[in-house]
């Protein structure tokens, strides 16, 4: 018998590194063929992008002086974000790709963005001190979001663990949407400070927040219910910014304060 020619033996030799996974052939690339072939699903990642130009948009605003268009544009990007997760859901479009790039929009919409905005807004008058307290609010969502995503499986679905970043993200929002007018120094300056680092550190603190996950939103409720909703959007017609900032307020210091009364409940 002969010696097999050095072009077959090469042959098998580029076929067993792609059964391996050496080459892109193998196991790993049949696998980013099949993703590419399979695509993505338009709908729900077209609500997730227009999130990401929202969060976008107000890091432009802030850079203009346009304070107020920039928060809008925050509150915006929170809404689409909701929505993304519940067309996939209603569509039966959920996939992993969604999922990461739905992740990845969260830390430019309501990690990077809201953080530029303050720091524009005043933060940056502070030179080291009006830098870290942005970055302590920017590096709280990434671990934030790197949280959730790794213990989504794992814990109670009625809390979050942390303040959510969207909710963080409405608080220093909020309150840029408010104070923009004012004159950004003395004890102004100090409460932008605890706010936006604060917000921070509550997102990778261990105090739980109510994910309202239990709500069934498909049930019949009572007409009234209707009545409530029109009066909801009535008050925040009236001044838009003081009401969500208001209202998200509330939630951000229910958690402390819920952490504060089951601990004293356990000592009592």
Do not use: C
């Amino acid at each position: 018998m002969t010696d097999k020619s050095p072009d077959k033996k090469n042959e098998e030799e580029l076929r067993s590194a792609e059964v391996e996974n050496e080459l892109p052939g193998g196991a790993r690339g049949a696998k980013q063929r099949l993703m590419r072939s399979k695509g993505i699903y338009l709908l729900p990642n077209l609500f997730t992008t227009a999130s990401l130009f929202s969060g976008f948009y107000a890091i432009v605003a802030a850079m203009n002086g346009h304070f107020e268009n920039a928060a809008v544009a925050i509150f915006i990007s929170m809404i689409l974000d909701g929505l993304d997760g519940r067309v996939a859901r209603m569509t039966n479009t959920q996939s992993e790709f969604g999922a990461e790039y739905d992740s990845l929009v969260d830390m430019v919409a309501f990690g990077v963005a809201p953080a530029l905005v303050a720091f524009s807004m005043s933060l940056h008058e502070l030179g080291n001190i009006g830098w870290i307290a942005t970055f302590i609010y920017v590096a709280g969502a990434a671990l934030r979001l790197a949280r959730f995503n790794t213990q989504i499986d794992t814990v109670d679905k009625k809390y979050f663990i942390g303040l959510p970043s969207p909710s963080a993200a409405a608080i220093v929002a909020g309150y840029v949407w408010v104070v923009h007018d004012y004159d950004q120094s003395g004890w102004l300056m100090l409460l932008t400070v605890l706010v936006v680092a604060g917000a921070g550190v509550l997102m990778v603190s261990n105090v739980k927040y109510h994910s309202f996950k239990e709500l069934d939103l498909k049930r019949r409720v009572p007409f009234t219910a209707v009545l409530v909703m029109v009066l909801i959007f009535a008050v925040i017609a009236l001044k838009p910014s003081l009401v969500l900032l208001g209202a998200f307020s509330v939630y951000t210091l229910s958690g402390p304060f819920n952490a504060l009364m089951r601990k004293g409940a356990g000592k009592a």
